[in-house]
């Protein structure tokens, strides 16, 4: 159990994702010793069908309702709660609210990334400015808001390109483009979502950059007093073209350990540039045959299930970790033997439109004790095609106790089920 000034931790939790983060932050909040407030404009938002009950959320110690969205009403409404239940720290698993939450900490003097650092990290744009400053390789970009901008800057760069908003996440509006032609259409996507899901009003600002080639992979990292230590590093496979979605991910990834330094160093770099501290960061990277060139940093534990996959491998689970680190803590992130060499995610990823009435082919998966965790859609649930993170029809979870390979037998299971969909299309 860690101790924050001779008591258990009380942490201040602002808004929350709904999936599993949802599920997992809490548990590794309770797991890391701590105990923590729940702070939400909207309590029914993590309360509808399909979440579970009882709501780990609804675990919190307290639960408050106030406009997040609202920083300076916030920061005032929350000074006040500090004085009555003294936060020794603030956190969130919501990217929308990863600025506000440096905005808290900086305000309350409690630990934390700073505010610059995390405003940059959250911004598309300009983690590109930062990290090329600091001399961090990535792609060629641009950015730009009206038309006549966006598409000279398109000629400048060069076709294909790849378009996405400064802002979003979950691979959301980001498309591959050949032409002015498909960048308009990608351009009209961006524009016609001016808010997000969360209520907050979105940049209109337009990011292009030059499309780089090779595999994908995340860096997962703790950074404690200006030091980063490198978790490990992660597959990432990604399918949906000209969509970017992911399909699946393998801890660790089967690099050798020269691929496995360059990927390391860059995230670290990045890392280093944006001036983030007292967080775990998840950081996205290409690898092609100019080396390894940086997606994005995203300031908090990993989604999608990846925190888990580290966890069983290494035994380290990023969300005490990122609990103890906002807390003030110096979390111990020492790898132990579990006994498990590699394990792995893959996702079920729809392609057309219907009413899911059946999964078939699960049938004979209990027997296999490499299969950990599954979790597919309920039949009656309403299917589109996928065009980014946000809309699996579920996944299987696999452990390889000696070998690199459970990528691979995930893929595998994923790609042996039949969905069956009423009124396809």
Not at 103 to 128: N, Q, S
Request: with cysteine; hydrophobic share 45%.
């Amino acid at each position: 159990m860690l101790e924050v000034g001779g008591h258990v931790g009380h942490l201040l939790m602002v808004e929350s994702w709904v999936g599993s983060m949802s599920t997992l932050l809490p548990a590794g909040i309770k797991d890391s010793g701590h105990e923590f407030s729940f702070l939400t404009r909207d309590l029914g938002h993590y309360l509808r069908a399909g979440t579970p009950v009882p709501h780990p959320l609804l675990g919190a110690a307290n639960v408050f309702t106030a406009e997040t969205n609202d920083e300076p009403t916030l920061l005032a409404h929350v000074r006040k709660l500090q004085a009555a239940f003294g936060f020794d720290g603030v956190l969130t698993s919501c990217d929308y609210y990863l600025p506000t939450v440096a905005a808290i900490a900086a305000d309350l003097g409690l630990p934390g990334p700073g505010r610059t650092a995390v405003a940059d990290a959250c911004d598309k744009y300009r983690t590109r400015l930062v990290c090329r400053a600091a001399g961090v390789a990535g792609p060629a970009f641009a950015v730009a808001q009206e038309w006549s901008e966006i598409v000279g800057a398109a000629a400048e760069l060069g076709y294909p390109l790849v378009v996405k908003p400064v802002d979003l996440c979950g691979g959301m509006f980001v498309r591959r483009v050949r032409d002015d032609a498909e960048l308009r259409v990608a351009v009209d996507a961006i524009a016609g979502f001016p808010i997000n899901a969360r209520g907050q009003h979105r940049s209109p600002r337009i990011l292009l950059e030059e499309c780089l080639n090779g595999p994908e992979f995340s860096v997962e990292t703790v950074t404690i007093a200006g030091q980063t230590t490198v978790i490990g590093v992660t597959d990432k496979r990604i399918t949906g073209a000209p969509a970017f979605i992911e399909a699946g991910h393998m801890f660790p990834a089967a690099l050798d350990s020269a691929d496995t330094t360059a990927v390391a160093e860059l995230a670290v770099a990045a890392v280093t540039a944006l001036g983030l501290d007292a967080t775990v960061a998840h950081t996205e990277i290409k690898l092609g045959a100019q080396g390894p060139r940086l997606i994005e940093v995203n300031p908090r534990p990993a989604g999608n299930r990846i925190t888990e996959l580290v966890r069983r491998v290494t035994g380290i689970d990023l969300t005490a970790v990122h609990a103890e680190a906002v807390a003030g803590g110096k979390p111990d992130v020492t790898p132990r033997d579990t006994g498990i060499a590699s394990a792995a995610v893959a996702f079920a990823v729809p392609t057309e439109a219907g009413v899911l009435s059946r999964v078939d082919g699960t049938q004979d998966w209990s027997g296999d004790t490499r299969i950990v965790e599954q979790k597919f859609a309920d039949p009656g649930a309403s299917v589109r095609p996928a065009t980014d993170n946000n809309t699996y029809l579920g996944h299987v979870m696999v452990v390889d106790e000696k070998n690199r390979t459970a990528g691979d037998l995930a893929q595998r299971l994923i790609a042996d089920l039949r969905f069956e969909l009423d009124g396809a299309r």
